[in-house]
Antibody
Framework: QVQLVQSGPELKKPGASVKVSCKASGYTFTTYGIHWVRQAPGQGLEWMGWINTDTGNPTYAQGYTGRFVFSLDTSVSTAYLQISSLKAEDTAVYYC?????????WGQGTLVTVSS | DIQMTQSPSTLSASVGDRVTITCRASQSISSWLAWYQQKPGKAPKLLIYKASSLESGVPSRFSGSGSGTQFTLTISSLQPDDFATYFCQQYDSFSWTFGQGTKVEVK
């Protein structure tokens, strides 16, 4: 069955970097794009962008350029989200999701907490 | 970017009620609209794609309609498991966007 399994929660200090992983299984990884969605505490969903798992080409939403990097390791069917120069306002749950029929499978989410 | 506006933000309802949530796009998105359900502490779950297509395994009490700029999600008879937050999302443009969410709570 299709599964997206994300890495565990992270506690980081302001200015640090974090890398969240999203490991896919149950399907051919390069057939479907991987999207990233952010949800700040008590807030709604915000689309961050996506990465074409066939070409490796990333697309970033407005507001997610510069400090945010999407990458892949297709040999292990894993997508990554790296955030640098972390700020307190980056505290959120980050989800990866597969783009089949819309976003049809989601990871369980990774809580990134940025606090001094 | 295309803006998605959901209404209402909160909806109080009882088990058995018919519930309708509306989503409006700032420009036409054809039928490229999805609906998701999210429960506290959980990832969103796809309910409806392409405005009116029911995702596999989703109960038939959920339905979607609309095209262009106006869309609705209807729950024909609200069940205890349906108390949750619902989000619409457009995937027509280069940049996807979500609505702000509608929380369905117990009346």
């Amino acid at each position: 069955q299709v599964q997206l399994v994300q890495s565990g929660p992270e506690l980081k200090k302001p200015g640090a970097s974090v890398k969240v992983s999203c490991k896919a299984s149950g399907y051919t990884f390069t057939t479907y794009g991987i999207h990233w969605v952010r949800q700040a505490p008590g807030q709604g969903l915000e689309w961050m962008g996506w990465i074409n798992t066939d070409t490796g080409n990333p697309t970033y939403a407005q507001g997610y350029t510069g400090r945010f990097v999407f990458s892949l390791d297709t040999s292990v069917s894993t997508a990554y989200l790296q955030i640098s120069s972390l700020k307190a306002e980056d505290t959120a749950v980050y989800y990866c999701a597969r783009s089949g029929l819309a976003l049809d499978y989601w990871g369980q989410g990774t809580l990134v907490t940025v606090s001094s | 970017d295309i803006q998605m506006t959901q209404s209402p933000s909160t909806l109080s309802a009882s088990v058995g009620d018919r519930v309708t949530i509306t989503c409006r796009a700032s420009q036409s998105i054809s039928s490229w609209l999805a609906w998701y359900q999210q429960k506290p502490g959980k990832a969103p779950k796809l309910l409806i794609y392409k405005a009116s297509s029911l995702e596999s395994g989703v109960p038939s009490r959920f339905s979607g309609s609309g095209s262009g700029t106006q869309f609705t999600l209807t729950i024909s008879s609200l069940q205890p498991d349906d108390f949750a937050t619902y989000f619409c999302q457009q995937y027509d443009s280069f940049s996807w966007t979500f609505g702000q969410g509608t929380k369905v709570e117990v009346k």
